[in-house]
């Protein structure tokens, strides 16, 4: 009975001892491979040149018409007459459609009426008081009455005047919603006249290049479905920045004296901005982002060392870093994610990526 237990007791101490030893010989193992294959770990890099760059905003945009109205009448009344045809182009000043406008003339030709009379009753009054024959108070309602048919005249000929509209601005024509015999109000839609001849192009930029932008900059937007190029020039900026989206807004023309520009179009804007002479270009396999912007690996005494960095614009494969690096640093290109900060790296370097809109 003793032998047993002996037996089973030696057995179950060479069992402990023979997993000690295993976890033992593991953990040497692990120790011993983890520096060996991290220092063989081999990434691309690249040593930072400063770069010549122009450096270029893309942005959204949309057309507008340099003049667009609505047309309506200022008065009710039945359109008696349509001088326009839908589409076509018209001058300014040109009578476009007409009120009837009968019974605005008899009430002018009332008024006018009694305005001689009451110009010949002043008239009058005005010699009997020069012969102190009537007191100054007749005479000032003589007066008084002269100036008022005056005021009524002016008031019904204004009335007269607008039964008449005529174009505000040269322009082309819309779609028309009425027809001759219509019973027109001032809330009555007639048509749209819109001035083609030169576009407003509407943009906003962040507010960090504001200072970038100056009224007369030239640039070049295309629309959607086109690949041609069109140019324009800022002539206005919004005198401050938009809180909300902390961007500046602002508004180019574009000439389009051949009709190919659209009032409503979406526009893809390229705004150039000040060319800079020692940019940092990195590519953009290279950034890698974080929580709170973006970082960059550095190589230095072997090791692979994380940057924090602020990128600018960016061309189709490059992205200018603004501050984090410096000139000379040999940044790491090439299986950054799987890097951790101080992990042994060993570098092949590769020649830095050209410019492609320096």
Known sequence: MKTKHFIYTFLLVGLVVLIVYRINANNEAKSTAGPRSQGNATVSGMVLVPQNFAENLSL????????????RSEISGVVEQINFKEGSKVSKGQVLFKVNDLELRAQLAKIRTAEKLAAENERRAQLLLEKEAISQQEYDLALANLQSARAESQLIAAQLAKATVKAPFSGTIGLRYISEGTYITPATSIANL???????????????????????????????????????????????VDVATRSLKMRAVAKNSEGRLI????????????????????????????????????????????????????????VR???GLKPGDTILTSGVMILKNGAPVKVELRQPVANSRS
């Open 194 to 240: 819109v001035d083609l001849d030169a576009l407003k192009l509407t943009f906003s930029i962040p507010e960090k290049y504001s200072s970038q932008v100056k009224i007369g900059s030239e640039i070049s937007f295309t629309t959607s479905g086109s690949s041609e190029k069109h140019l324009a020039k800022i002539y206005a900026i919004e005198p401050g």
């Open 60 to 71: 959204s945009g949309s057309l507008e018409a340099n003049e667009q109205v609505e047309l």
């Open 321 to 323: 870093v603004i501050s």
């Open 263 to 318: 009032p409503g179009t979406f526009a893809n804007v390229n705004l150039p901005l000040a060319a800079v002479d020692d940019a940092l270009m990195v590519p953009t396999e290279s950034l890698i982002p974080i929580q709170n912007g973006k970082k960059i690996f550095v190589a230095e005494g072997g090791l692979a060392r994380e940057v924090e960095v602020q990128t600018g614009a960016r061309t189709e494969n490059l």
